[in-house]
T-cell receptor, first 115, second 114 residues
Framework: AQSVTQLDSQVPVFEEAPVELRCNYSSSVSVYLFWYVQYPNQGLQLLLKYLSGSTLVESINGFEAEFNKSQTSFHLRKPSVHISDTAEYFCAVSPRGGQGFSFIFGKGTRLLVKP | EAGVAQSPRYKIIEKRQSVAFWCNPISGHATLYWYQQILGQGPKLLIQFQNNGVVDDSQLPKDRFSAERLKGVDSTLKIQPAKLEDSAVYLC????????????FGPGTRLTVT
């Protein structure tokens, strides 16, 4: 079985400051890793994913996440946040080798960017 | 392309009543998912369809929840009878076979059971 822990329920940060949203997972099998974002009044959108290869993955809007197998973590970072980054961020895992991608989501971290 | 459509967007019912949600996935997406998102928690997978066959329904409370996907396109999720703890947002998502890691989510249906 898999589980995902997002250590912070809410992260307030000032605009242009750096931010890190933490995600740890537990699994007895290898997993794929994802970050989804949910902007206010919108559906979830895939932000970035780790399937294989380089452990550092980047999104088009400046976020990056690094897969750390030894620490079973997949923390999300951005060097300088904008007001528009205010949203709920969900970390998710999916076991490799299944019939489909069955996501197990964390509880989410609300990023609140203040001016 | 059009996104995943869901209706209704909001629904308020009394406990023991029944309710149905509808989902229209992105055209051509073979895989369809229903998730339940309780306030303050992440989405939890209820059921996954591949075309019109069920791949995973291990977390679906089958005594009260049912789902179908006719002709491998639209899907309905039904709750009968509803309980207070069913209050949640019900999310539908779809993905293309071969890139199932990228799921496209609809806006969800917010259900309140009183």
């Amino acid at each position: 079985a898999q589980s995902v822990t997002q250590l912070d329920s809410q992260v307030p940060v000032f605009e242009e400051a750096p931010v890190e949203l933490r995600c740890n997972y537990s699994s007895s099998v290898s997993v794929y890793l994802f970050w989804y974002v949910q902007y206010p009044n919108q559906g979830l959108q895939l932000l970035l994913k780790y399937l294989s290869g380089s452990t550092l993955v980047e999104s088009i809007n400046g976020f990056e996440a690094e897969f750390n197998k030894s620490q079973t973590s997949f923390h999300l970072r951005k060097p300088s946040v904008h007001i528009s980054d205010t949203a709920e961020y969900f970390c998710a895992v999916s076991p490799r080798g299944g019939q489909g991608f069955s996501f197990i989501f964390g509880k989410g971290t609300r990023l609140l960017v203040k001016p | 392309e059009a996104g995943v459509a869901q209706s209704p967007r909001y629904k308020i019912i009394e406990k023991r009543q029944s309710v149905a949600f509808w989902c229209n996935p992105i055209s051509g997406h073979a895989t369809l998912y229903w998730y339940q998102q309780i306030l303050g928690q992440g989405p939890k997978l209820l059921i996954q369809f591949q075309n019109n066959g069920v791949v995973d329904d291990s977390q679906l409370p089958k005594d009260r929840f049912s789902a179908e996907r006719l002709k491998g396109v639209d899907s309905t999720l039904k709750i009968q009878p509803a309980k207070l703890e069913d209050s949640a947002v019900y999310l539908c998502a779809s993905s293309s076979y071969g890139t199932n890691y990228e799921q496209y989510f609809g806006p969800g249906t917010r259900l309140t059971v009183t």
